[in-house]
């Protein structure tokens, strides 16, 4: 019984150095020397951490799970930020940074502040309203919203430009280089190491790319459904329709479910997708109105190039 007594303690302990261990990383070293890099969202903690390697501490404003839509920043991130050399901001008109941003400046307003949206041409957000006429409307504004600010102050996501840009590894590369950029400046005597690490990880970038357009072969055309339009950028490089459920961040009217519906049959639709953090309500009536399947992807996982596998062997089980 001693015995049995004294293992429970140990594997309490060990539970709690390995919570507390994740709680820190969440978290700037105080006692470290590296510079601090801030981040909005996780795919851009991996890209830093590519380049960089361990030359740079980085800190995520929009920690795991949570939504970049809503989520207010808390103290202790203020305090950490306010030691950062560097914020790369996504700059495609995230909600986050659209109420944010400028107060995260003010904070810190002797940081570098790096637009990795700089050279990625914004798509207009798809499916504003399911009714053809407004699809019109917004097509018109696309055309009046081609030529954005070199601040990157887009639009924001509703009623705008779509901001999810890093859902493409395409993409992705753009915001990578713009990162390196920012990188060579704050830290000019790392250039060479950051140029390699960064050459490097274009390279698996390109070979994911590789993998996706053959796992998505003859796929092309082919239209999936989503709950929250995260992945217009994905399905614009690879040649796929998304249709989303979520209009505007509201929930679809009774005439709506019916539209989503009938194109759900006609398109042969038996997959939809939900985003963690968000309500899967919709989505699974409409699933059982055709005998679909609701399954998650989450565009906002930091282990980006495998995340992307999962996400495109999941589209091409959904997809007819």
């Known amino acids: ?10 594997f309490l302990s060990l539970g709690l150095v390995i ?6 990383n969440q978290e700037v070293s105080a006692s470290s020397d590296k510079p601090i890099v801030a981040v909005s969202i996780l795919p851009q903690a991996e890209f830093v951490e590519k380049v960089a390697g361990d030359q740079v501490q980085v800190l995520v404003m929009v920690p795991p799970g949570a939504d970049p839509h809503t989520y207010e920043i ?4 203020l305090r ?17 940074e659209n109420v944010w941003m400028d107060r995260l400046i003010a904070q810190n307003p002797d940081m570098l502040i790096v637009d990795s949206s700089s050279g990625i041409k914004l798509k207009a957000m798809e499916a504003h309203s399911h009714n053809d006429e407004e699809h019109d409307e917004e097509g018109r504004d696309e055309e009046n919203h081609d030529e954005e600010d070199e601040g990157g102050d887009h639009a ?8 999810h840009i890093w859902t493409s590894p395409m993409e992705a590369k753009i915001m990578v280089n713009n990162t390196y950029s920012g990188l060579v ?8 190491l950051y140029a390699q690490n960064r050459d490097a990880y274009l390279a698996e970038l390109d070979a994911a790319d590789a993998i996706i357009r053959e796992t998505l072969a003859g796929k092309e055309g082919s239209s999936f459904m989503v709950y929250h339009p995260s992945w217009g950028y994905f399905a614009d ?4 329709v998304e249709v989303s459920v979520e209009m505007e961040g ?16 006609e398109k042969n639709i038996t997959v939809i997708f939900v985003q963690p953090g968000f309500s899967a309500t919709s989505a699974k009536s409409i699933a059982s109105e055709i005998n679909a399947e609701v399954v998650a992807v989450d565009p906002l996982a930091k282990d980006y190039i495998d995340n992307l596998a999962k996400v495109s062997e999941a589209f091409e089980k959904g997809l007819a």
């Open 185 to 192: 400046e704050i830290d000019p005597d790392n250039r060479e």
């Open 19 to 24: 919570t507390s261990g994740c709680v820190d």
């Open 250 to 265: 509201k929930e679809p009217s009774a005439k709506d479910m019916q539209h989503l519906i009938d194109t759900a049959k």
């Open 74 to 77: 808390t103290s202790g991130q």
């Open 1 to 10: 019984m001693n015995k049995l007594i004294m293992l429970l303690v140990v």
């Open 80 to 96: 950490d930020l306010s030691k950062a050399q560097m914020y790369v901001k996504v700059g495609s008109g995230l909600d986050f």
């Open 156 to 163: 924001n996501e509703t009623g705008g430009k779509d901001p």
């Open 237 to 240: 490089e690879y040649g796929l």
